[in-house]
């Protein structure tokens, strides 16, 4: 996160029925019994994580920057003791100016004493200035690295815990909590200076009466224990209400994209989205005023019991210098101490109370961390039989379930596709034909059945070495905002795009001549939000996208729906070019267009998630089934539109 700010808290107002825009999601009154329930108990609760979550940060820390660590932590207990050195030094300066004798010899034995006080004080300072920049470099560090682990993870991750919603929690948790371990950093090391100086304010007061020194706590206890019920309250409400916070996300992001920016204006829809984000924003708007109410009153008597401690303890002060148990200078040392001690202490608790907030931030970090390696994709397994890719692609009584569905995606589905065969996948939306393809190409492993690459279960395979071996077109395929040569070239990243390469899948998509139009070619920005970019036409974009499948050069091409935005002369002109470059590899093709299907060496009907009819063009229309229909259905159509035109 580049802004940082404290994470919205949903409202208080109940509803029983479903949310409009979001269905069953969210319950606002979710958690509330959760919320009342903080006792004395939640102090020790944190005292008991805090050392977990000082762990969590200096680990990173040490990793991010070993040296800068070393030498943060080695400044501030300098500081302690030099802390501690001028609180005796200055006690011993009150002693010189509070003796018998003429005030000029009183000033100069006084003077080594004030020495060591400045050197005392200039000490402090300069291992604070020294403590601050390295902490500067340290912090930016710890967060970067923090970030790339996140994102490392999670590009490694099951593509199908994608269609899970708490795993979106998760990774919303675990992002915040990346942007806010610099802060918990900053936090540990004021922690570590508050320490240093009120180990040194309270060794002074030991020295000087051990009756002062149990008062030194007790005197910001109340405030502690205010900031600790707070900081549970926060935490808990941002944890019920991850999901709403995601919801109000979600509609900022729908008014203010440009993908959507076109509907929203053409159907008038941006009062609408407005409405329902005045809605999720009311109530945390409500939340908020609920959390502010609560932290007044705590704050309120916790500011009472300080103040009553403070003036018992400047009573006894009195008491021990009137009796003669303490004298004068001394007393002058032991305010400065109390008022150096629980300004510290009053750091501490500060400190403690958001290193142990946004800590927990940091645990959720780490939490997804580890989760997200659990889910990863295994890049370890049997190796394929053959590096020019399969000889048989073969699923026995393919079973799969999208999560939370009510019917499975696909039930029962059997099929071969040997190597360099053209494999047509048709159907109705929602027959089961793309969940097919990511399933026979590793992309998501079956509930039952097998899907075998060479009699190799994918479950077994290597899927670094599968994934390595397919090349895919998919419905929603990704319109990079970075260059044309980019966006094509990360199709195979890993490899250099020279020229020959870049201009042999331009030919192949029939893309070479928009990319001679543009102005800068290859090296054209397609991001119109960016200075100097560019936008394409819908078919535009289709084709850099087959380039980029094409440039990537696999042994099994999937295209899934590769002609959607083409012109009909331009998707015949495609569809010609795939039994072209086919030259030996696998093609899986999904379409709902059947007459560019015709020529496919094999065709497999699904409907509701089992496959229905295989074969031929000639041989499913002679059967006239399912697929005869649609031919025929479609075929008078294009006849219509041809008279019409």
């Known amino acids: 996160m580049s802004a940082k700010s404290d994470p919205p808290a949903p409202g208080a107002a109940q509803e029983a029925s479903p949310d409009p825009l979001f269905g069953s999601g969210i319950r606002y009154n979710m958690g509330w019994a959760r919320h009342e329930q903080e006792t004395a108990a939640g102090f020790l609760q944190i005292m008991r994580k805090l050392p977990e979550l000082i762990g969590i940060c200096l680990k990173l820390s040490w990793r991010a920057d070993p040296r800068a660590?070393?030498?943060?932590?080695?400044?501030?207990?300098?500081?302690?003791?030099?802390?501690?050195?001028?609180?005796?030094?200055?006690?011993?300066?009150?002693?010189?100016?509070?003796?018998?004798?003429?005030?000029?010899?009183?000033?100069?034995?006084?003077?080594?004493?004030?020495?060591?006080?400045?050197?005392?004080?200039?000490?402090?300072?300069?291992?604070?200035?020294?403590?601050?920049?390295?902490?500067?470099?340290?912090?930016?560090?710890?967060?970067?690295?923090?970030?790339?682990?996140?994102?490392?993870?999670?590009?490694?991750?099951?593509l199908l815990h994608f269609q899970r919603a708490d795993f979106h929690d998760l990774m919303e948790a675990a992002q915040f909590g990346a942007g806010w371990i610099d802060v918990v950093i900053e936090q540990l090391i004021k922690t570590l200076t508050a320490m240093m100086s009120i180990a040194a304010a309270a060794g002074v007061l030991g020295v000087l009466h051990p009756l002062l020194l149990p008062l030194l706590p007790l005197i910001v206890l109340p405030q502690g224990w205010a900031m600790v019920r707070s900081t549970r309250r926060h935490n808990i409400s941002r944890l019920t209400w991850l999901t709403h916070m995601r919801q109000q996300s979600s509609l900022t992001s729908l008014l203010t994209s440009?993908?959507?920016?076109?509907?929203?204006?053409?159907?008038?829809?941006?009062?609408?989205?407005?409405?329902?984000?005045?809605?999720?924003?009311?109530?945390?708007?409500?939340?908020?005023?609920?959390?502010?109410?609560?932290?007044?009153?705590?704050?309120?008597?916790?500011?009472?019991?300080?103040?009553?401690?403070?003036?018992?303890?400047?009573?006894?002060?009195?008491?021990?210098?009137?009796?003669?148990?303490?004298e004068l200078a001394a007393a002058g040392t032991a305010v400065l101490a109390i008022r150096t001690g629980t300004g510290q202490l009053n750091n501490l608790i500060n400190s403690i109370n958001y290193m142990f907030e946004y800590g927990l931030y940091t645990a959720d970090w780490r939490d997804a961390c580890r989760q997200a390696e659990q889910m990863a994709i295994p890049l370890s397994g049997t190796g394929l039989s053959h590096s020019d890719g399969p000889e048989v692609i073969e699923a026995r009584d393919l079973r799969f379930a999208y999560p939370n569905a009510d019917k499975p995606a696909l039930n029962g589905v059997d099929l071969t596709i040997r190597r360099g065969e053209v494999v047509a996948l048709v159907g109705h939306n929602g027959s089961g034909k793309t969940t097919l393809a990511k399933l026979l190409t590793g992309l998501y492993l079956p509930d039952s059945g097998t899907v075998a690459w060479d009699g190799t279960d994918t479950a077994d395979i290597d899927r670094a070495q599968l994934f390595s071996q397919v090349a895919l077109l998919s419905q929603g395929f990704e319109r990079w905002?970075?260059?044309?040569?980019?966006?094509?070239?990360?199709?195979?990243?890993?490899?250099?795009?020279?020229?020959?390469?870049?201009?042999?899948?331009?030919?192949?998509?029939?893309?070479?001549?928009?990319?001679?139009?543009?102005?800068?070619?290859?090296?054209?920005?397609?991001?119109?939000?960016?200075?100097?970019?560019?936008?394409?036409?819908?078919?535009?974009?289709?084709?850099?996208?087959?380039?980029?499948a094409y440039f990537r050069d696999a042994p099994v091409l999937v295209l899934d729906e590769p002609t959607a935005a083409l012109d009909p002369r331009a998707e015949a002109e495609t569809f010609a070019g795939v039994r072209a470059i086919a030259g030996g590899r696998t093609v899986l093709l999904i379409t709902h267009r059947l007459n560019s299907v015709q020529h496919a060496d094999r065709i497999f009907v699904l409907q509701d998630g089992a496959v229905t009819e295989s074969g031929t063009h000639s041989e499913l229309l002679t059967l006239g089934g399912e697929y005869a229909e649609l031919w025929t259905l479609q075929a008078s159509q294009y006849s219509a539109d041809a008279a019409v035109s």
Not at 112 to 130: D, F, K, N, R, Y
């Open 258 to 326: 440009k993908a959507p920016a076109e509907e929203i204006r053409a159907h008038a829809a941006g009062a609408f989205l407005l409405g329902h984000y005045d809605r999720l924003a009311s109530h945390s708007a409500a939340e908020q005023a609920r959390l502010a109410r609560a932290d007044a009153v705590a704050g309120l008597l916790a500011r009472a019991l300080s103040g009553l401690t403070t003036a018992a303890t400047y009573v006894l002060l009195g008491w021990l210098l009137a009796t003669g148990h303490m």
């Open 481 to 548: 905002p970075f260059t044309l040569r980019a966006n094509v070239a990360v199709g195979r990243h890993e490899t250099e795009p020279t020229s020959e390469a870049l201009a042999r899948a331009a030919a192949a998509s029939g893309a070479g001549e928009l990319i001679t139009s543009l102005k800068d070619g290859w090296n054209t920005l397609l991001a119109p939000e960016y200075q100097g970019g560019v936008d394409l036409s819908g078919g535009q974009w289709q084709r850099i996208a087959l380039t980029r």
């Open 69 to 158: 660590l070393v030498i943060v932590v080695g400044c501030q207990l300098i500081v302690g003791g030099a802390t501690a050195f001028g609180l005796l030094a200055t006690n011993q300066v009150l002693q010189q100016l509070l003796a018998a004798g003429p005030t000029p010899e009183r000033v100069r034995n006084a003077l080594p004493a004030l020495l060591l006080v400045a050197a005392a004080g200039i000490s402090v300072a300069l291992m604070t200035a020294w403590s601050n920049a390295v902490s500067g470099r340290l912090k930016p560090k710890v967060e970067r690295l923090a970030y790339s682990e996140l994102l490392d993870r999670s590009a490694k991750v099951e």
